[in-house]
């Protein structure tokens, strides 16, 4: 199994910044891409931002230029850096992350447990 632990969410004036962390751990022998999704009241969930394994970063066109996806390898934990937030931005953060278990195995995407992020203009 594995788990995936989020921390960094909060509440933020509109213009500040939040740091999103999301760890994971377990049954790991690989992981490919990581990324972080969100949902907000009565919206769909949707992508914000994904970082391949060879650091490939792609961006939802309304987070561009303000956030910041990387990763660290050695502790299996992917980061947002949410810049120049407004109301528009909060929502539940969910990061995800594929996993092979073995070496043979097929890559298995896992999500965080969600963390609130709200912006108060």
């Known amino acids: 199994q594995v788990q995936l632990v989020e921390s960094g969410g909060g509440l933020v004036q509109a213009g500040g910044s939040l740091r999103l962390s ?27 931002a994904i970082i ?11 987070v561009k230029g303000r956030f910041t996806i990387s990763r660290d390898n050695a502790k299996n934990t992917v980061y947002l850096q949410m810049n120049s937030l407004n109301s528009e931005d909060t929502a539940v953060y969910y990061c995800n992350v594929d996993v092979g278990i073995r070496w043979d195995s097929a890559l298995v995407r896992y999500w965080g447990q969600g963390t609130q992020v709200t912006v108060s203009s």
């Not at 060879?54 to 961006?59: F, K, Q, S, T």
């Open 52 to 62: 391949s394994s060879g650091g490939i970063r792609n961006y939802a066109d309304s």
């Open 22 to 48: 999301c760890a994971a751990s377990g049954s790991i022998f690989s992981i490919n891409a990581m990324g972080w999704h969100r949902q907000a009241p009565g919206k769909q969930r949707e992508l914000v």
